[in-house]
């Protein structure tokens, strides 16, 4: 393992105290983790309780598979075949709601979004929405919202992923994007808002944006005009920049343009095109700055051409897992 390797997630810790167990330094970066956020500790109970349910019924299964063997080579199987028939029903049973209850936990945060959502996308899919004002939403991949129209507002909430608007203009009734605390709020303009880890982002394609976060203190309250973005964290952290207004939302066209962005935030905004997991590991790697458009509708590639350009390592383990790692 890459001695600068830190891992940002749940799963991906897993992984690397399995592959090293006795690596001191890497339990205490893991213990950092785990204190940084409340998340941190909720990701890690799922996740180790999922594995610790995959091994119970790994181990059932064998087990099975052994009782099978005794029994059927056991002289008097034909007298108890009904009892050891019905004792492999029961181990089945119980194996069958292990798994369940193993997938319930990774699907149930996608299932909850899922219930409550009006709009929802898939993996490497888009969606057009028409509002009834004449507004619309082009939603992109593994994104979902919310729409609540009333006689005062028009009030869209982003669940997951990111959102480009088309905002018909009407004075009497503010447009508001919630992404969780973080408010964006617009007359008539056009604009892109990205929920992800560590806050969220907008940027102003046309006319002109205010974004809110009362949940700081002080509370954040920052303009935006054309062409201009806005990194919002959850801390109250802000970056603010510009770039050509027709770069915003130019995602929707396959491609993702980086300016002087870390490995870490690119491959992050590839993710939800991919259909299956990539990995990245390495600190060093993940904070490079990395300039480039990359064509996100074929994120094999895109990745290929990030590990290229830093001279970093990708592993197609399989057609579900992509590994990026520094030399």
């Known amino acids: 393992m890459d001695d600068d390797f830190t891992p940002c997630k749940a799963s991906e810790w897993l992984v690397a105290l399995n592959e090293?167990?006795?690596?001191i330094g890497l339990r205490t970066r893991f213990e950092v983790w785990l204190s940084e956020s409340p998340a941190h500790t909720k990701d890690w109970a799922e996740m180790t309780y999922t594995h610790q349910v995959i091994g119970r019924v790994g181990k059932q299964v064998g087990s099975l598979e052994r009782n099978c063997v005794t029994?059927?080579?056991?002289?008097?199987?034909?007298?108890?075949?009904?009892?050891?028939?019905?004792?492999?029903?029961k181990h089945l049973f119980a194996a069958g709601i292990a798994v369940a209850a193993c997938f319930l936990l990774f699907l149930l945060p996608s299932l909850m979004i899922q219930i409550e959502a009006?709009?929802?996308?898939?993996v490497g899919k888009q969606k057009t929405v028409r509002l009834e004002d004449g507004s619309s939403i082009h939603l992109g991949p593994e994104s979902a919202v919310t729409v609540d129209y009333t006689g005062k507002e028009r009030r869209i909430r982003l669940l997951k992923g990111r959102a480009f608007f088309e905002v018909t203009p009407n004075a009497a009734r503010p447009f508001r994007v919630a992404s969780n605390e973080i408010e964006t709020t617009v007359l008539g303009t056009t604009f892109?808002?990205?929920l992800h880890e560590q806050g969220a982002d907008v940027g102003v394609r046309s006319g002109h944006v205010r974004v809110n976060h009362p949940a700081t203190s002080p509370?954040?309250?920052?303009?935006?005009?054309?062409?201009?973005?806005?990194?919002v964290g959850w801390n109250g952290n802000v970056r603010r920049g510009s770039r050509p207004a027709a770069q915003i939302g130019i995602w929707q066209q396959g491609h993702i343009i980086a300016k002087d962005r870390s490995v870490a935030e690119v491959i992050d905004e590839i993710r939800p095109w991919y259909h299956g997991i990539i990995i990245l590991r390495g600190d060093i790697l993940a904070r490079q700055p990395l300039t480039g458009v990359y064509n996100v509708s074929d994120p094999v590639e895109a990745v290929r051409a990030i590990a290229?350009?830093?001279?970093?390592?990708?592993?197609?383990i399989s057609p579900w897992v992509l590994?990026?790692?520094g030399n």
């Open 308 to 316: 290229t350009a830093q001279g970093a390592r990708m592993l197609h």
């Open 192 to 194: 892109d808002v990205r």
């Open 219 to 231: 509370p954040m309250c920052e303009s935006l005009e054309k062409g201009e973005w806005i990194q």
């Open 20 to 23: 090293d167990p006795d690596d």
């Open 71 to 89: 029994e059927l080579s056991s002289p008097v199987f034909k007298d108890q075949r009904k009892s050891f028939r019905t004792g492999i029903y």
């Open 118 to 122: 009006d709009y929802i996308t898939s």
């Open 323 to 325: 590994v990026i790692s």
